[in-house]
């Protein structure tokens, strides 16, 4: 199957600062990745997805301004987390989609935690 | 995309067969059933998908109802590392994927 990394797999901060994380797929080209969140013992929740070139698509209840999503080469998508507070501490997951089999991978996850 | 209905937790022993089920009544004809399962504190895998076709790779086989209403995934030789959430999920082409609870599956020696 394809595979999709993720940068950094564990991050700590401090409340206030930024955060930035990588999502690369690395044997394809992916026009649209995701960007999931994952609470304890909770499933994942899509944030929003990203297409090459263009501006992402938030769902509901996710603040754009808060978590800026870049998408701007066909196997890069970062997401900058800013101004992070405890609250935001998640497992933070990314996913890219293989055009030809209409099937996402997913990256293995960067878990944040803000003090 | 169609809801799914899956039991909560299942354990399996280690050499069985696990079979994990899928409720998707209400699925379309233009919809897809996918299977993937995420191992603790990892991202999740991809296992298999199908549209009205048994299908099976190398990981696992997935049988669906000839109505469409209901599919199985069948692990043939459960290993203590096949213990994981595995989340079925129903939607079109080139719709996002999106997460139940999924079944957790516990394979016991």
């Known amino acids: 199957g394809a595979v999709v990394s993720q940068h950094p797999s564990w991050v700590i901060c401090k409340s206030g600062t930024s955060v930035k994380i990588e999502c690369r797929s690395l044997?394809?080209?992916?026009?649209?990745m995701f960007w999931y969140r994952q609470f304890p013992k909770q499933s994942l929740m899509l944030m929003a997805t990203?297409?090459?070139?263009?501006?992402?698509?938030?769902e509901q209840g996710v603040e754009k301004d808060k978590f800026l999503i870049n998408h701007a080469s066909l196997t890069l998508s970062t997401l900058t987390v800013t101004s992070a507070h405890p609250e935001d501490s998640s497992f933070y997951i990314c996913?890219?989609?293989?055009?030809?089999?209409?099937?996402?991978?997913f990256g293995p996850g960067t878990r944040l935690t803000v003090l | 995309d169609a809801k799914t209905t899956q039991p909560t937790s299942m354990d399996c022993a280690e050499g069985r067969a696990a079979n994990l089920p899928c409720n998707h009544s209400?699925?379309?004809?233009?919809?897809?059933v996918y299977w993937y399962r995420q191992i603790h504190s990892q991202g999740p895998q991809y296992i298999i998908h199908?549209?009205?076709n048994n299908e099976t790779n190398e990981m696992a086989s997935l049988i669906i109802t000839e109505d469409r209403k209901s599919s199985t995934l069948i692990l043939p030789h459960a290993t203590l590392r096949d213990t994981a959430v595995y989340y079925c999920?129903?939607?079109?082409?080139?719709?996002?994927?999106?997460f139940g609870a999924g079944t957790r599956l516990t394979v016991k020696p």
């Open positions: 044997d394809f080209q992916a026009t649209t």
């Open positions: 209400t699925i379309s004809g233009n919809e897809y």
């Open positions: 996913s890219a989609r293989v055009v030809s089999t209409d099937t996402q991978y």
């Open positions: 199908g549209l009205k």
């Open positions: 990203s297409n090459e070139g263009s501006k992402a698509t938030y």
């Open positions: 999920i129903v939607r079109v082409v080139g719709n996002d994927m999106r």
